[in-house]
Structures are given as C-alpha cells and as structure tokens.
Nanobody
Framework: QVQLVESGGGLVQPGGSLSLSCVAS????????MGWYRQAPGKQRELVAT???????KYADSVKGRFTISSDNAKNTIYLQASILKPEDTAVYYC?????????WGLGTQVTVSS
C-alpha cells in the first residue's frame, strides 16, 4: 500500500505562481512513476505531469513551459511548480503513484486561479 498526501493549494491571481507537494509513504520502493492530475468542475480528471523513477518526465500540452515537476527521492516527495497561472488551471490537483500492481491517489488539493 502507498499513501499520498498533497499540500500547497490555494487561491492565486492570474499570472501568479504556487507550488504543490506530495509525500508518499508505505511501500514506496515499488513505485515506478508519480504524477499530478487535475479535475475541474464538470470535467474529467486529466494528466498534468508525471515523473518516472528514472527521471523521465511528461507534461500535458496545456501546461508545458509553465509547470515544472520534480522529485526528491530521499524525501519520497514530488513537487509541482506552477507559474503563469490561468483561470482554466483552476481544479482539484491530485497526486498519483503507480506500482506494477496498482495506482494510488491522494485526496487532492484545491487550486483556484481568480482575481
């Protein structure tokens, strides 16, 4: 089992920045990829960015050049640095971790971009 806890959401003005963190605990040695997903009201959950345990990174086209995903393996933590935020980035952001047998999700953290 893997447990994930996100933090760092909040209210930010358009054009602003914020940073999200996700700490993994449990059988973390079995994780081979972690990532951030988001779900806006009335929309399906979508991929934001993922980072593999070999450092391979993938971004959604909508966030390329604005968001940066990183990891600190010693702390079992991934981060999402989000900048040049837009109102359409408003969503609940979820942390996900995958092992060969299962995918695990955090409870999510709300990000609201509004003036």
């Amino acid at each position: 089992q893997v447990q994930l806890v996100e933090s760092g959401g909040g209210l930010v003005q358009p054009g602003g920045s914020l940073s999200l963190s996700c700490v993994a605990s449990g059988t973390v040695a079995r994780i081979y990829v972690m990532g951030w997903y988001r779900q806006a009201p009335g929309k399906q959950r979508e991929l934001v960015a993922t980072i593999g345990n070999l450092g391979n990174i993938k971004y959604a086209d909508s966030v390329k050049g604005r968001f940066t995903i990183s990891s600190d393996n010693a702390k079992n933590t991934i981060y999402l640095q989000a900048s040049i935020l837009k109102p359409e980035d408003t969503a609940v952001y979820y942390c996900q971790a995958e092992t060969l047998s299962a995918a695990y999700w955090g409870l999510g953290t709300q990000v609201t971009v509004s003036s």
